[in-house]
DNA sequence: CTGAAAGCGCTAACAT
DNA sequence: ATGTTAGCGCTTTCAG
């Protein structure tokens, strides 16, 4: 197919019988240089006529910007789409910065190229900025971005690293999951990771339910972890380990409701029952949550918000705006109560 | 903060000693222009230690092309991800494109703006082409668009209208899915649809189901079917109601598993048991559907290959290939047997 | 084998 | 109040 003829602003110039400056001002809504209203609406009727539509490569090309986000994935397209948490990463991202005009360049990190091809898009001038989830710690092409001055906003953390990030609060969540088993009489609590510890999020839920156990005056016990890797699957052969420790624990907390769908269907199979047997509060408050039987009791995350704070802080970056410091935003989560928590009976 | 100053190539020609279009030359690979092996080397390695990159922008200038693909969902933001369908088609689609060294930008429709903004995409040449998920009956600037000659691919389809587009076989998963059942000797099956009927694939699915019935010389009945919206709850709902007919269907198909979860709860909470009392089989097989309680029956919906095969159908178009008339695909689904369904009792 | 020069469509400083 | 002009950084004929 042939490239579409394409109407420029001289053209519109042309019909309106004025020069192409006239016409770039009275479309950009430039008032400073008082144009006269009569021009205005003989230029506005041309542009129309001629179903005009500025270039905005053209305009990019001077003007410098782009007003384009990219939002890089650096954790595999399997894992980035396990559950519907990045999805709405992503559409809390697109709405801020469709807000304030901007759009977003999806750049998952492709299955051939293991190295990061991201700064490409910074330095080529795709985008504006970017705004990456699941950073990675030996991620060298990160550092020196930032260190060179693009402007990048991390979703997840990075130990020792001062680049400005937004994160859930994941170890007040994980804190408040347990305390709230705890208050429920339990004493002897499992866990099951979300994911394994190199994964910064991990961690953290591993260490907010190590404090929540320690302020109650209850002990860690490696033997009542077990780790999981995103997946239901994982979730499952986890629980299955769990279920043979004696004596069992009365409650486990899962820190995944994927995850946990696995290990929901472990305690199933293995006949037991769920609250009444065992308690188990999640960790995300995927969509489905409340569908699942019982209804999972878990931690909200606020995934919507997540992509929207990223993007306002990128945002308030590119406008020059100084960002206030720490250059950090962690934002809460809360319990959602549903039906897979009891008493403690044992 | 300061724009970051630009590497151009004239810098590298100037440290290399060479003229602009001789870096240009050796930088894109033009063999034609025999350039020596050591004015090679310079240029490389002058590049190399300027750190530069080519401006995209300024490159799209003169090309005319941006070589990037909008995808734009023309659902609601909460519609679009209700479950990981759309997300496994964008991952589809940016696989397929990144294959052939183009990017997505990706365009929800904002809240805000009822009306159609996508239409600026293309004339605004943000983009070479759309894929269009969710296609409406009654998009005036989305007909205007194919007409005035843009590339354009459908991921859903339009009736009557000549844009190519690619679509899952929803009439022949349907029949698919009513025929397993009646295979198994249910005589009662009743409909909960995944959305109401103005959608073009909840029209097709209920129309498979019937074609199934009638071609075991089943009578298609009004009262077996109900209407869903995407959520559980409203499968909820619509099961709650179909459990009130009688005599009881002895299985249903409901068209969309996360409508399904809605079902399950109501078929739960009124005491019954599945697939004992009743028989469920889902549509789209999320990924979620073996974990539920019981695993769940239902075809499979190759989400990743409708995004992967329009991004390929709209890149061919884009490289001026013919496409072979029709210029569309209809993708096939196949059943995935879980634990949902038995054999008819009654 | 390499260089000069034109031009993509727009914005914005400057001149009238 | 409106027009002239100079680029933005790159690709790509066309001459040497």
New interface residues.
């Given amino acids: ?1 042939a ?2 003829k ?1 109407v420029t602003a001289q053209d519109v110039a042309r019909l309106a019988g004025v020069s192409r400056t006239t016409v770039s001002f009275v479309l950009n809504n430039i008032t400073d240089m008082r144009i006269s209203e009569e021009t205005r609406q003989k230029v506005l009727e041309a542009a129309r006529q001629l179903n005009y ?6 305009r ?2 001077v003007t ?1 910007r ?1 007003r ?1 986000l990219g ?1 890089v994935l650096r954790q595999s ?1 399997e894992q ?5 948490f ?3 990463v ?2 809390g991202l ?2 801020a910065a ?2 304030q005009g901007y ?6 990190i ?3 190229h293991p190295n990061t091809m991201y700064a ?1 898009l910074v ?4 985008v504006d900025g970017i705004i990456l989830s699941g950073p990675r710690f030996d991620d060298e092409d990160l550092l020196r971005l930032h260190r ?4 990048v906003v991390l979703i997840g953390r990075l130990p020792d690293v001062e680049i400005p990030y937004v994160d859930v609060d994941n170890v007040g969540g994980a804190r408040m999951a347990t305390e709230y088993l705890i208050g429920l009489g339990h004493r002897r609590i499992g866990l099951v990771t979300n994911a394994p510890l190199f994964y910064t999020a991990s961690a953290e839920r591993l260490s907010g339910y190590r404090q929540a156990l320690e302020a109650a005056g209850l002990s860690f016990e490696e033997g009542l972890v077990r780790y999981g890797d995103f997946t ?1 699957q994982s979730g ?1 052969q986890a629980m299955m380990s769990l279920l043979q420790v004696r004596p069992l624990p009365t409650a486990v907390f899962v820190a995944s409701d ?1 995850v946990a ?2 290990a ?2 472990a305690i ?1 199979h293995a006949g037991l029952r769920i609250p009444d047997d065992i308690s188990l509060i999640g960790f995300d408050d995927i ?2 949550a ?4 019982p209804p999972l009791t878990t931690i909200h995350l606020p995934a919507f918000n997540l992509g929207w704070e990223a993007a306002e802080m990128l945002l308030s ?2 406008h ?1 705006e100084e960002i206030p410091s720490p250059a950090a935003r962690l934002l809460a989560t809360h319990l959602v109560e549903r039906e897979s928590c009891a008493h403690a009976r044992r």
């Fill in positions: 197919m490239t579409r394409r539509h500025p270039d905005v490569v053209a990019r090309m410098g782009t384009v939002f397209p980035a789409f396990a559950d519907l990045l999805p709405q992503l559409n697109s709405q469709a807000r759009q977003v360049l999806f750049e998952p492709a299955p051939g490409r330095n080529e001038r795709h060179e001055g693009a402007a239901p499952y994927t769908l696995g929901l269907q199933r969509p489905l409340g569908f699942l039987d970056r590119l020059g």
